[in-house]
T-cell receptor, first 111, second 113 residues
Framework: GQQLNQSPQSMFIQEGEDVSMNCTSSSIFNTWLWYKQDPGEGPVLLIA?????ELTSNGRLTAQFGITRKDSFLNISASIPSDVGIYFCAAGGTSYGKLTFGQGTILTVHP | NAGVTQTPKFQVLKTGQSMTLQCAQDMNHEYMSWYRQDPGMGLRLIHY???????DQGEVPNGYNVSRSTTEDFPLRLLSAAPSQTSVYFC????????????FGPGTRLTVT
């Protein structure tokens, strides 16, 4: 089946540092999404990308839909302690509503 | 709106027991789905439904049954639980319009001994 390779698997950073994570696939997708999951909660959508090459920001978060439609990245600038959590990329193809998820990046921010 | 609700939050089963995980949404979403989350594997789609009376298999459907008799509810049934089904289960719903996000419930943590 379709797979997404998300890296890095985990990051340990100091408060104030910038963070970058990415997701790649051998398949083409029409939609790329980035979710954040807090402990004991379900994933919450951060950014949605619908067009190849699209660059979208949401506060300190910026994400891009790769021009080849096979990858995406998420940047977090000036990290703060509440950024701690698991970040997932997800991608959608032509099958309505069905998403494929990456393995997740565990982010730890030291004050 | 309560959004997507799931019950129970925690459950322990013995091998061979059956149970139903409940999922409900009050947003009148046509699309609903069940995922399981295992360490290092992200979320994997079990079953999904594009409307009442319509269900289909996802990536990992074996050992699970679903039905969709109403727009609001989408229960997931384990007929004979196995230790390999120990996981965290998430239900999600989505508006049928293109580009709308999926909303996730808080999850059910299931342990099968």
């Amino acid at each position: 089946g379709q797979q997404l390779n998300q890296s890095p698997q985990s990051m340990f950073i100091q408060e104030g540092e910038d963070v970058s994570m990415n997701c790649t696939s051998s398949s083409i997708f029409n939609t790329w999404l980035w979710y954040k999951q807090d402990p004991g909660e379900g994933p919450v959508l951060l950014i949605a990308l619908y067009k190849a090459g699209e660059l979208t920001s949401n506060g300190r978060l910026t994400a891009q839909f790769g021009i080849t439609r096979k990858d995406s990245f998420l940047n977090i600038s000036a990290s703060i302690p509440s950024d701690v959590g698991i970040y997932f990329c997800a991608a959608g193809g032509t099958s309505y509503g069905k998403l494929t998820f990456g393995q997740g990046t565990i982010l730890t921010v030291h004050p | 709106n309560a959004g997507v609700t799931q019950t129970p939050k925690f459950q322990v089963l013995k091998t061979g027991q059956s149970m139903t995980l409940q999922c409900a949404q009050d947003m009148n979403h046509e699309y609903m789905s069940w995922y399981r989350q295992d360490p290092g594997m992200g979320l994997r789609l079990i079953h999904y439904s594009v409307g009442a009376g319509i269900t289909d298999q996802g990536e990992v459907p074996n050992g699970y049954n679903v039905s969709r008799s109403t727009t609001e509810d989408f229960p997931l049934r384990l007929l004979s639980a196995a230790p390999s089904q120990t996981s965290v289960y998430f239900c999600a719903s989505k508006d049928r319009r293109e580009g709308r996000e999926q909303y996730f419930g808080p999850g059910t943590r299931l342990t099968v001994t």
